[in-house]
Protein backbone atom coordinates (compact mmCIF):
# COMPACT_ATOMS: atom_id res chain seq x y z
CA UNK A 1 0.00 0.00 0.00
CA UNK A 2 2.59 2.17 1.07
CA UNK A 3 4.47 1.75 -2.38
CA UNK A 4 1.14 2.31 -3.85
CA UNK A 5 0.94 5.53 -2.75
CA UNK A 6 4.55 6.52 -3.42
CA UNK A 7 4.25 5.47 -7.01
CA UNK A 8 1.24 7.56 -7.58
CA UNK A 9 2.74 10.88 -5.92
CA UNK A 10 5.95 10.08 -8.09
CA UNK A 11 3.07 9.80 -11.11
CA UNK A 12 1.55 13.60 -10.59
CA UNK A 13 4.64 15.13 -9.57
CA UNK A 14 5.69 13.70 -12.83
CA UNK A 15 2.34 14.89 -15.20
CA UNK A 16 2.21 18.17 -12.69
CA UNK A 17 5.74 19.11 -14.37
CA UNK A 18 5.05 18.00 -18.01
CA UNK A 19 2.27 20.56 -18.12
CA UNK A 20 4.50 23.99 -16.61
CA UNK A 21 6.31 24.01 -20.75
CA UNK A 22 2.68 23.55 -22.04
CA UNK A 23 0.86 26.18 -20.31
CA UNK A 24 3.91 28.71 -20.94
CA UNK A 25 3.81 27.96 -24.65
CA UNK A 26 0.14 28.73 -24.39
CA UNK A 27 0.53 32.57 -22.61
CA UNK A 28 0.33 35.62 -24.62
CA UNK A 29 4.27 36.66 -25.82
CA UNK A 30 4.41 40.38 -26.39
CA UNK A 31 7.58 41.71 -28.27
CA UNK A 32 9.49 44.91 -26.57
CA UNK A 33 8.27 48.13 -28.07
CA UNK A 34 10.90 49.41 -30.94
CA UNK A 35 12.13 52.67 -30.17
CA UNK A 36 10.41 55.95 -31.46
CA UNK A 37 12.67 58.01 -33.47
CA UNK A 38 12.27 61.34 -31.97
CA UNK A 39 13.98 64.34 -34.70
CA UNK A 40 14.43 67.53 -32.51
CA UNK A 41 14.18 71.30 -34.48
CA UNK A 42 16.97 72.22 -35.90
CA UNK A 43 17.68 75.78 -37.28
CA UNK A 44 20.46 74.70 -40.03
CA UNK A 45 19.35 75.90 -43.42
CA UNK A 46 18.03 79.12 -45.86
CA UNK A 47 15.68 81.30 -45.01
CA UNK A 48 13.77 84.28 -46.76
CA UNK A 49 11.71 86.93 -44.71
CA UNK A 50 10.33 90.09 -43.98
CA UNK A 51 9.62 93.27 -41.46
CA UNK A 52 8.93 96.53 -40.35
CA UNK A 53 9.53 98.45 -37.89
CA UNK A 54 10.51 102.37 -36.50
CA UNK A 55 13.96 104.10 -36.78
CA UNK A 56 14.86 106.69 -35.18
CA UNK A 57 17.16 108.58 -36.73
CA UNK A 58 19.82 111.79 -36.16
CA UNK A 59 21.19 113.42 -39.07
CA UNK A 60 23.75 116.19 -38.40
CA UNK A 61 25.37 118.58 -40.98
CA UNK A 62 28.29 121.05 -39.98
CA UNK A 63 30.03 123.38 -42.17
CA UNK A 64 33.68 124.30 -41.71
CA UNK A 65 33.92 127.52 -43.56
CA UNK A 66 36.17 130.04 -42.56
CA UNK A 67 34.20 132.49 -40.37
CA UNK A 68 30.75 131.10 -41.95
CA UNK A 69 30.85 127.94 -39.64
CA UNK A 70 26.62 126.74 -38.92
CA UNK A 71 25.35 123.62 -37.85
CA UNK A 72 22.15 121.53 -38.91
CA UNK A 73 20.68 118.76 -36.54
CA UNK A 74 17.49 116.74 -37.36
CA UNK A 75 15.97 113.67 -35.76
CA UNK A 76 14.09 111.60 -38.88
CA UNK A 77 12.17 108.81 -37.23
CA UNK A 78 9.68 106.94 -39.22
CA UNK A 79 8.25 103.71 -40.49
CA UNK A 80 10.54 101.24 -42.22
CA UNK A 81 10.33 97.94 -44.38
CA UNK A 82 12.90 95.35 -44.42
CA UNK A 83 13.56 92.29 -46.47
CA UNK A 84 16.51 89.90 -45.69
CA UNK A 85 17.77 86.40 -46.24
CA UNK A 86 20.01 84.69 -44.44
CA UNK A 87 21.56 80.87 -43.97
CA UNK A 88 22.25 79.31 -40.54
CA UNK A 89 24.16 76.65 -39.43
CA UNK A 90 23.55 74.81 -35.68
CA UNK A 91 26.12 72.56 -33.94
CA UNK A 92 25.05 71.31 -31.11
CA UNK A 93 23.56 74.45 -29.29
CA UNK A 94 25.59 77.25 -31.20
CA UNK A 95 24.35 78.87 -34.17
CA UNK A 96 26.05 80.93 -36.42
CA UNK A 97 24.82 82.19 -39.81
CA UNK A 98 25.17 85.29 -42.05
CA UNK A 99 22.37 87.46 -42.93
CA UNK A 100 21.50 90.10 -45.89
CA UNK A 101 19.08 92.85 -45.52
CA UNK A 102 17.29 95.80 -47.61
CA UNK A 103 15.88 98.67 -45.44
CA UNK A 104 13.68 101.42 -46.94
CA UNK A 105 12.11 104.33 -45.32
CA UNK A 106 11.88 107.80 -44.86
CA UNK A 107 15.41 109.44 -44.01
CA UNK A 108 14.06 112.98 -45.28
CA UNK A 109 15.42 115.90 -42.66
CA UNK A 110 12.94 118.94 -42.25
CA UNK A 111 14.23 122.70 -43.37
CA UNK A 112 15.31 124.68 -40.01
CA UNK A 113 17.65 127.49 -39.42
CA UNK A 114 21.20 126.65 -39.67
CA UNK A 115 22.49 130.23 -39.10
CA UNK A 116 24.34 132.39 -36.11
CA UNK A 117 21.49 134.47 -35.81
CA UNK A 118 20.21 137.87 -37.17
CA UNK A 119 21.26 138.65 -40.05
CA UNK A 120 22.58 135.11 -40.43
CA UNK A 121 19.02 133.36 -40.59
CA UNK A 122 20.39 129.99 -43.19
CA UNK A 123 17.90 127.55 -44.03
CA UNK A 124 19.31 124.36 -44.35
CA UNK A 125 17.87 120.81 -45.07
CA UNK A 126 19.53 117.06 -45.38
CA UNK A 127 17.76 114.13 -46.88
CA UNK A 128 19.45 110.89 -46.65
CA UNK A 129 18.76 108.11 -49.29
CA UNK A 130 15.48 106.55 -48.16
CA UNK A 131 17.80 102.65 -48.94
CA UNK A 132 19.95 101.27 -47.35
CA UNK A 133 21.43 97.38 -46.36
CA UNK A 134 23.55 95.58 -44.17
CA UNK A 135 26.04 92.46 -44.72
CA UNK A 136 26.31 90.94 -41.30
CA UNK A 137 27.30 87.55 -39.58
CA UNK A 138 24.91 85.75 -36.68
CA UNK A 139 25.76 84.22 -33.64
CA UNK A 140 23.21 82.85 -31.27
CA UNK A 141 22.28 80.38 -28.45
CA UNK A 142 19.33 78.10 -29.08
CA UNK A 143 16.89 76.80 -26.60
CA UNK A 144 14.94 73.68 -29.23
CA UNK A 145 12.71 76.40 -30.94
CA UNK A 146 14.13 79.91 -29.37
CA UNK A 147 17.17 81.42 -31.04
CA UNK A 148 18.93 84.58 -29.11
CA UNK A 149 21.63 85.91 -31.14
CA UNK A 150 23.67 88.75 -31.82
CA UNK A 151 24.84 90.17 -34.89
CA UNK A 152 27.01 92.55 -36.58
CA UNK A 153 28.79 93.90 -39.68
CA UNK A 154 28.60 96.31 -42.86
CA UNK A 155 25.77 98.77 -43.45
CA UNK A 156 25.84 100.10 -47.15
CA UNK A 157 23.97 103.50 -47.72
CA UNK A 158 23.37 106.21 -50.30
CA UNK A 159 24.34 109.57 -50.27
CA UNK A 160 22.81 112.61 -48.42
CA UNK A 161 21.64 115.54 -50.38
CA UNK A 162 22.19 119.22 -48.74
CA UNK A 163 21.21 122.43 -49.01
CA UNK A 164 21.78 125.94 -47.55
CA UNK A 165 19.67 128.65 -48.60
CA UNK A 166 20.82 132.56 -47.33
CA UNK A 167 18.79 135.51 -47.53
CA UNK A 168 21.76 136.97 -48.63
CA UNK A 169 21.05 135.53 -52.10
CA UNK A 170 22.90 132.96 -54.69
CA UNK A 171 26.46 133.65 -53.23
CA UNK A 172 25.52 132.13 -49.83
CA UNK A 173 23.36 129.09 -51.28
CA UNK A 174 24.94 125.90 -51.19
CA UNK A 175 24.08 122.84 -52.70
CA UNK A 176 25.26 119.15 -52.36
CA UNK A 177 23.98 116.39 -54.72
CA UNK A 178 25.90 113.01 -56.00
CA UNK A 179 25.55 109.77 -55.96
CA UNK A 180 28.48 108.57 -53.94
CA UNK A 181 28.03 105.63 -51.53
CA UNK A 182 28.49 105.13 -47.86
CA UNK A 183 29.44 102.75 -45.41
CA UNK A 184 29.28 102.40 -41.91
CA UNK A 185 29.11 99.45 -39.16
CA UNK A 186 25.71 97.55 -38.10
CA UNK A 187 25.64 95.89 -34.48
CA UNK A 188 22.17 94.15 -32.92
CA UNK A 189 20.57 91.35 -31.31
CA UNK A 190 17.17 89.93 -31.08
CA UNK A 191 15.26 86.69 -30.61
CA UNK A 192 13.67 84.29 -33.47
CA UNK A 193 10.94 81.55 -32.40
CA UNK A 194 10.21 78.63 -34.84
CA UNK A 195 6.36 78.87 -34.70
CA UNK A 196 6.67 75.42 -37.65
CA UNK A 197 9.64 73.69 -39.14
CA UNK A 198 9.30 76.54 -41.67
CA UNK A 199 7.92 79.51 -40.09
CA UNK A 200 10.16 81.33 -37.67
CA UNK A 201 9.02 85.12 -36.13
CA UNK A 202 11.13 87.63 -35.21
CA UNK A 203 11.81 90.65 -32.63
CA UNK A 204 15.28 92.67 -33.25
CA UNK A 205 17.19 95.68 -32.35
CA UNK A 206 19.89 97.28 -34.67
CA UNK A 207 22.21 100.14 -34.56
CA UNK A 208 23.60 101.66 -37.63
CA UNK A 209 26.33 104.18 -37.90
CA UNK A 210 27.22 105.71 -41.53
CA UNK A 211 30.06 107.58 -39.40
CA UNK A 212 31.29 110.54 -40.91
CA UNK A 213 31.55 111.87 -44.40
CA UNK A 214 33.26 115.31 -46.01
CA UNK A 215 32.76 116.78 -49.16
CA UNK A 216 32.58 120.04 -50.38
CA UNK A 217 29.04 122.24 -51.18
CA UNK A 218 29.18 124.10 -54.37
CA UNK A 219 27.54 128.19 -54.53
CA UNK A 220 25.58 129.06 -57.94
CA UNK A 221 28.20 131.64 -58.26
CA UNK A 222 31.26 128.56 -58.06
CA UNK A 223 32.10 129.22 -54.63
CA UNK A 224 33.00 126.64 -51.81
CA UNK A 225 32.85 125.68 -48.61
CA UNK A 226 33.87 122.15 -46.68
CA UNK A 227 30.46 120.70 -45.00
CA UNK A 228 30.37 117.13 -42.93
CA UNK A 229 27.46 114.84 -42.50
CA UNK A 230 27.52 112.39 -39.93
CA UNK A 231 24.26 109.80 -39.72
CA UNK A 232 23.06 106.99 -37.15
CA UNK A 233 19.69 105.26 -36.84
CA UNK A 234 18.47 102.86 -34.12
CA UNK A 235 15.74 100.30 -35.64
CA UNK A 236 13.39 98.32 -33.75
CA UNK A 237 11.63 95.45 -36.10
CA UNK A 238 9.29 92.43 -36.03
CA UNK A 239 9.20 90.30 -38.92
CA UNK A 240 8.25 86.40 -40.38
CA UNK A 241 10.67 83.94 -42.45
CA UNK A 242 10.20 80.62 -44.23
CA UNK A 243 12.86 78.57 -43.38
CA UNK A 244 13.94 75.82 -46.41
Known amino acids: MRLFTTSCLALATALAAST ?3 RAADLPFEAPAEAIA ?13 AIGYAFSDLDVKNRGLGDRFSYKN ?8 AFV ?14 ADVTIGDFGGKSKSCGNGAPFNFTCKANA ?17 ILVFGTGGLAIGGDVDFKRDSPFGAP ?8 GTRYGYAVGGGVDYAV ?31 VEIEQDAHFVRAGVAYKF
Open 20 to 22: VPA
Open 38 to 50: VSGFTWSGVYVGG
Open 75 to 82: SVDGLTGT
Open 86 to 99: GVNYQFDAIVVGAE
Open 129 to 145: DDLFGTVRGRIGYAFDR
Open 172 to 179: FDFRKKSS
Open 196 to 226: TDNVIVRAEYQYVDFGKEKFTSRSAVGGTQP
